[in-house]
């Protein structure tokens, strides 16, 4: 099964989420399907490591954490946004240092901040362990710091 389908999961959600962007008919079904099984088979080269997540009961908690920043940033860019050239924001590049070392929690450390209206990631220095990240509105860099911080523990606790 494994050499027909070596990523069920990803292909699942790809079938599915064709499925909801193009509408359910037999069409659909099949080209969605067929594109699945492709890309399912794309990924079999790249070989990515499959996640051992340790603390499955920490997701929600992360979901959520995610989820209220997201809607206060959205807030905050619109305020800032708002102002206009007065009282505009003061964009700057805050350096994180950090513990987390798996490849997948730095991924959706990554992806997180992405996500984040307002903030970017900028570097990742696996040598030295820091995270760079810029940020529309700087005020505090010490609170930028302790609110990803707060991501790495639970990203460590779920992953590590």
Same mark, same amino acid.
């Given at each position: 099964?494994?050499?027909?389908?070596?990523?069920?999961?990803?292909?699942?959600?790809?079938?599915?989420?064709?499925?909801?962007?193009?509408?359910?008919?037999?069409?659909?079904?099949?080209?969605?399907?067929?594109?699945?099984?492709?890309?399912?088979?794309?990924?079999?080269?790249?070989?990515?490591?499959?996640? #051992?997540?340790?603390?499955?009961?920490?997701?929600?908690?992360?979901?959520?954490?995610?989820?209220?920043?997201?809607?206060?940033?959205?807030?905050?860019?619109?305020?800032?946004?708002?102002?206009?050239?007065?009282?505009?924001?003061?964009?700057?590049?805050?350096?994180?240092?950090?513990?987390?070392?798996?490849?997948?929690?730095?991924?959706?450390?990554?992806?997180?901040?992405?996500?984040?209206?307002?903030?970017?990631?900028?570097?990742?220095?696996?040598?030295?362990?820091?995270?760079?990240? #810029?940020?529309?509105?700087?005020?505090?860099?010490?609170?930028?710091?302790? #609110?990803?911080?707060?991501?790495?523990?639970?990203?460590?606790?779920?992953?590590?």
């Amino acid at each position: 099964m494994s050499r027909l389908l070596p990523y069920p999961l990803l292909a699942a959600s790809l079938l599915v989420m064709w499925l909801l962007l193009n509408g359910f008919s037999a069409d659909h079904l099949v080209l969605g399907a067929v594109i699945a099984l492709l890309a399912s088979w794309a990924m079999k080269p790249l070989q990515p490591a499959k996640p #051992h997540l340790r603390r499955w009961d920490k997701i929600p908690l992360l979901f959520w954490h995610v989820m209220v920043d997201i809607l206060a940033s959205n807030i905050a860019v619109s305020i800032v946004i708002l102002r206009g050239r007065r009282n505009g924001g003061r964009p700057g590049l805050v350096r994180i240092p950090l513990d987390l070392r798996d490849r997948t929690g730095l991924a959706v450390l990554a992806c997180i901040i992405t996500a984040t209206p307002g903030t970017a990631w900028i570097e990742y220095n696996s040598a030295g362990s820091w995270l760079k990240i #810029h940020v529309l509105d700087l005020v505090d860099e010490q609170a930028w710091i302790d #609110h990803i911080k707060r991501y790495e523990a639970l990203l460590r606790e779920i992953f590590e």
